[in-house]
């Protein structure tokens, strides 16, 4: 079985994030042992049009990285060479409807009327992910194409009837066990600063966009934490910034919040910081996956977009996220998770923290991405 990622960047990383992961999940999977026996019989290609937007993520080099891993990393022209369209895939990922190569496509084409029918790519486009109800109707929708193709829309989501969300090395990263990159605890880019927190100490990751109002938001949770005698360590993610009045402030002697600063780190690092944090400030897809993932309190600073529809999604997943919990915990949870001051929800940390892994719980009941759209893959193989 050969799958082929493509993947578009049209900005920032999660596009790259999302499918470097996801590749990384197919070919975990792939390897993973059948009755004991090894079975490694998939490969996995993952073209994109903005190798250094990968590099940065996979620990500077996607190629060699991905190749220990079972993944071959390719630019996109590699799309259109001979020999790629002598071997287009048996499944054919397109990430967020970008659009495949048109040589690519008439391989695909090829391949088909060439053999059998059978022998048709199983062409999916993974969607962005989406709580709105309408997801469930639209997952694995079947859209046949003039050129006698058939392209399936693959809708991640938080129902049964859709697609789920990526898991990958989850638990592998955040117990600090053995991953990819090596480590066994904390890794080699983060053991330093998480040694410099100070003791008991609540820790805080901000990964967030420029609009979000994260200096009022600091300001809040430092008198929050002077008020319940804590001290707040924060995060500064690849180089977030704050205003330099906030630097300032939270710099003065008896200021609750310290801030550190970090670079980009290699995904799995991100992901290790995100599962010892206490709340996580994160944003676009992955990143909002991934704290999830870690089963801690987090506000999502979703990608807004012109038309709003960022709100309308941002408030589909609230709804579904606080589905059936207390009205008065609800309203403490909505107002933390909209930017809403610390004084109100600091005193129900702990009850945040407890749903937080309780939703967790729900993610791992409702299945993952990888597992859902290789069962779907496999059902197209045995249907024809
Ligand atoms: O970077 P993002 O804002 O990305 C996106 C894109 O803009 C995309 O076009 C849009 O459609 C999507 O958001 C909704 O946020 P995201 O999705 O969280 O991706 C960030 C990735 O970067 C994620 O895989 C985690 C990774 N990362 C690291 O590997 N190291 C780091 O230090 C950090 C902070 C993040």
């Not at 880019?189 to 420029?210: G, I, N, P, Q, T």
């Not at 930017?339 to 937080?356: D, E």
Request: aromatic share 10%; net charge negative.
């Amino acid at each position: 079985m050969r799958w082929d990622i493509f993947c578009q960047i049209v900005d920032n990383y999660g596009d790259a994030g999302v499918c470097w992961r996801l590749a990384r999940a197919l070919s975990r999977l792939s390897s993973s042992s059948v009755n004991n026996v090894e079975c490694d019989d998939s490969r996995i290609r993952l073209f994109c049009d903005d190798l250094n937007v990968l590099n940065v993520i996979a620990h500077g080099d996607a190629v060699g990285h991905g190749a220990s891993l079972g993944i071959e990393v390719l630019p996109w022209s590699a799309a259109e060479s001979p020999a790629i369209l002598a071997s287009v895939g048996d499944v054919v990922i397109e990430a967020f409807a970008c659009h495949l190569p048109k040589p690519y496509i008439e391989a695909m084409i090829q391949k088909t009327s060439k053999k059998a029918p059978a022998k048709q790519p199983i062409w999916i486009n993974l969607e962005y992910l989406t709580a709105e109800a309408w997801a469930d109707d639209m997952h694995l929708m079947s859209s046949p194409q003039n050129n006698g193709l058939n392209k399936y829309f693959y809708f991640p989501g938080f129902t049964p009837k859709t697609g789920g969300v990526l898991l990958g090395d989850w638990h592998e990263v955040s117990s600090g066990g053995v991953t990819s990159s090596g480590f066994k605890s904390a890794p080699p880019s983060l053991s330093l600063v998480l040694e410099s927190c100070r003791s008991r100490s609540k820790k805080v990751s901000v990964f967030h966009y420029k609009q979000a109002p994260l200096d009022s938001w600091l300001d809040s949770v430092n008198q929050a934490a002077l008020a319940h005698g804590e001290m707040v360590d924060v995060f500064l993610c690849a180089d977030q910034n704050v205003s330099v009045d906030t630097q300032r402030s939270l710099s003065s002697v008896g200021s609750a919040v310290k801030l550190i600063q970090l670079p980009f780190i290699p995904q799995e690092d991100y992901d290790y910081l995100l599962s010892v944090c206490d709340i996580n400030l994160v944003r676009g897809e992955d990143s909002f996956v991934r704290a999830q993932w870690a089963g801690k309190p987090f506000i999502w600073d979703i990608y807004p977009q012109s038309d709003l529809a960022h709100e309308v999604k941002l408030n589909a997943f609230l709804e579904r996220y606080f589905e059936g919990v207390p009205a008065e915990f609800r309203a403490i949870g909505m107002s933390a998770m909209k930017w809403g001051p610390a004084s109100y929800w600091w005193p129900h940390l702990n009850a945040w923290t407890s749903h937080s892994e309780a939703w967790r719980q729900k993610l791992i009941g409702l299945g993952h991405l990888e597992g859902k759209i290789l069962d779907f893959v496999k059902s197209q193989e045995i249907s024809r």
